[in-house]
T-cell receptor, first 117, second 114 residues
Framework: AQTVTQSQPEMSVQEAETVTLSCTYD???????LFWYKQPPSRQMILVIR??????QNATENRFSVNFQKAAKSFSLKISDSQLGDAAMYFCAYRGRGETSGSRLTFGEGTQLTVNP | NAGVMQNPRHLVRRRGQEARLRCSPM?????VYWYRQLPEEGLKFMVY????????ESGMPKERFSAEFPKEGPSILRIQQVVRGDSAAYFC????????????FGSGTRLTVV
């Protein structure tokens, strides 16, 4: 079974600074997707960024980028120029492409990010 | 495009009552997924449905929980004879097919069992 681990329950960053959130996962599959979701106090789950495992190039979305290390099964999220609106719980998620794993997201436990003015 | 609509936003039930949670997927999305989030935890997969079919219910508790996605109308997650341990946020997500590009989530229903 796939597992996703976020080892940092809480992180904080100063406004305009850069912060990196860690995520590791365990899988026996070779093809899969990885996601970062943001959950602000409103509770809405918002997709931040997506990575396809067969693509070596790291995904980037504006101030958000990932460091995807497939061999190490690591998928960290870097937030540059942090803004107050980035404060939220961040979840790393895995989705396989196999018949049994391809229908669901497996989430980590989350990292609560605080942005200090 | 109204997104994924879940209602009610908050639901309070006494132990032993039934809870019905509704989810209308995004327009054009035919795949629906239900997740449960216990306090201080990540989301856990419950069930994956397409119109009139349950595709994967491996995350559903064996008893008291059921889900449907009829040909017409919203998807329903039904919890019979609720217990305090059912208190959680229940999220619905939808995708056009398979979810390769990620799912669109609703805002969730917070169920409180008193």
């Amino acid at each position: 079974a796939q597992t996703v681990t976020q080892s940092q329950p809480e992180m904080s960053v100063q406004e305009a600074e850069t912060v990196t959130l860690s995520c590791t996962y365990d899988t026996s599959e070779s093809d899969y997707y990885l996601f970062w979701y943001k959950q602000p106090p409103s509770r809405q789950m918002i997709l931040v960024i997506r990575q396809e495992a067969y693509k070596q190039q790291n995904a980037t979305e504006n101030r958000f980028s990932v460091n995807f290390q497939k061999a190490a099964k690591s998928f960290s999220l870097k937030i540059s120029d942090s803004q107050l609106g980035d404060a939220a719980m961040y979840f790393c998620a895995y989705r396989g492409r196999g018949e049994t794993s391809g229908s669901r997201l497996t989430f980590g436990e989350g990292t609560q990010l605080t942005v200090n003015p | 495009n109204a997104g994924v609509m879940q209602n009610p936003r908050h639901l309070v039930r006494r132990r032993g009552q039934e809870a019905r949670l509704r989810c209308s997927p995004m327009k054009g999305h035919s795949h629906v997924y239900w997740y449960r989030q216990l306090p201080e935890e990540g989301l856990k997969f419950m069930v994956y449905l397409q119109k009139e079919n349950i595709i994967d219910e491996s995350g559903m508790p064996k008893e008291r929980f059921s889900a449907e996605f009829p040909k017409e109308g919203p998807s329903i997650l039904r919890i019979q004879q609720v217990v305090r341990g059912d208190s959680a946020a229940y999220f619905c997500a939808s995708s056009p097919a398979g979810g390769d590009y990620g799912y669109t989530f609703g805002s969730g229903t917070r169920l409180t069992v008193v």
